[in-house]
Each structure stands twice: as C-alpha cells, then as structure tokens.
C-alpha cells in the first residue's frame, strides 16, 4: 500500500549529511502514516478524550516547520498557517482541524514549508547562530530539535495509524 520511497540515512557521512538525513528520514515516515488513508480516516482522533489526528499533526508540522526554520532560523515575520490569531512563537498551533483544509492541502503546505526550510539552510553553517529566546541558537541545535519533534509525533501517528487500519511498522 505504501508508494514513498523512505530512503535510509547514510551509516558513515559528515554531520550535516547525516542531520539532514535524519530529518529527511522522520519526515517520509510522517508521509508514510498517512498514505492510503482517505480524508475521513486521517481526521479520525486517536483515543478519547484527545483530539489528535494524523490530519493534525501534519498540520503542526507545518507550523514547526514554519517556526523553526522561517521565524527563529532567519528572523522572517510569517504568520501562523492555521490560526491567524495564534501567538507566533508559540509553534504549538495547527491540531485543530477545520472543514476546508483537506490533508492534500496540508500535505501541500507542509512541504512548501519543508522547501522554505531546506532554502533557508542550504548555504547556512551548522554554527551559525540566531537570536532566540535571549541568547542564540545554533542551525546544528535547530536540526536535533526538530529530529525529535518529528520522532516524538511520527511515534504518535503509529498510535493513531494502527487505530485506524491496523497498519504498523511503517
């Protein structure tokens, strides 16, 4: 039923090859939970009383995405995607679903924001360093974080995906 190919990071390259393929790699998995699934089923919630969806969680990423890399990264004044109201810096926003966002339309901005990322760190140092928070925060530390953000739900969409159809190990 799967179709994305998962490409498996490099078992001896230099750090950045390896933290860009690490990202890569937990991205696809995000993809590969949701594929085969109609709009309904990636709107289904896990377990009650929560309200995550895989639906949800593509949308968040998009927000992390967009936080991380856009806001934080390059100092870039961008909106939230999915609640306009929401505090910018928050990067905890985009779970709650509403009608007109169907998932090929969340697939689309979440790798828009994926491209935008991969943009703003292509000529970038790993030591480089932002303001944030009041101190700075190095592209290498945005990587790691964002390789646990994406370990840390992609752990949840299993839950959810096995919930769901009984699909596991993806």
């Given at each position: 039923?799967?179709?994305?190919?998962?490409p498996?990071?490099?078992?001896?390259?230099?750090?950045?090859?390896?933290?860009?393929?690490?990202?890569?790699?937990?991205?696809t998995?995000?993809?590969?939970k949701?594929?085969?699934?109609s709009?309904?089923?990636v709107?289904?919630?896990?377990?009650?009383?929560?309200?995550?969806?895989?639906?949800?969680?593509?949308?968040?990423?998009?927000?992390v995405?967009?936080?991380?890399?856009?806001?934080?990264?390059?100092?870039?004044?961008?909106?939230?995607?999915?609640?306009?109201?929401?505090?910018?810096?928050?990067?905890?926003?985009?779970?709650?679903?509403?009608?007109n966002?169907?998932?090929a339309?969340?697939?689309?901005?979440?790798?828009?924001?994926?491209?935008?990322?991969?943009?703003?760190?292509?000529?970038?140092?790993?030591?480089?360093?932002?303001?944030?928070?009041?101190?700075?925060?190095?592209?290498?530390?945005?990587?790691?974080?964002?390789?646990?953000?994406?370990?840390?739900?992609n752990?949840?969409?299993?839950?959810?995906?096995?919930r769901?159809?009984?699909?596991?190990?993806?």
């Amino acid at each position: 039923m799967t179709t994305t190919e998962r490409p498996m990071p490099p078992l001896d390259a230099d750090e950045r090859t390896a933290l860009e393929s690490w990202l890569d790699f937990y991205r696809t998995t995000l993809v590969m939970k949701c594929e085969g699934l109609s709009d309904e089923q990636v709107r289904r919630t896990s377990v009650a009383p929560s309200p995550l969806t895989l639906l949800g969680l593509v949308q968040h990423m998009a927000e992390v995405e967009r936080n991380w890399f856009r806001r934080v990264l390059t100092g870039e004044e961008v909106a939230p995607i999915y609640d306009p109201r929401a505090d910018p810096d928050a990067s905890d926003g985009g779970f709650d679903l509403t009608e007109n966002v169907s998932f090929a339309t969340a697939r689309a901005t979440w790798e828009a924001e994926i491209a935008h990322a991969r943009s703003n760190c292509v000529a970038r140092e790993l030591d480089r360093t932002s303001p944030f928070m009041g101190g700075d925060v190095t592209l290498r530390w945005i990587y790691l974080h964002m390789i646990a953000e994406y370990a840390r739900h992609n752990g949840h969409a299993d839950l959810i995906r096995e919930r769901i159809d009984g699909t596991t190990g993806v």
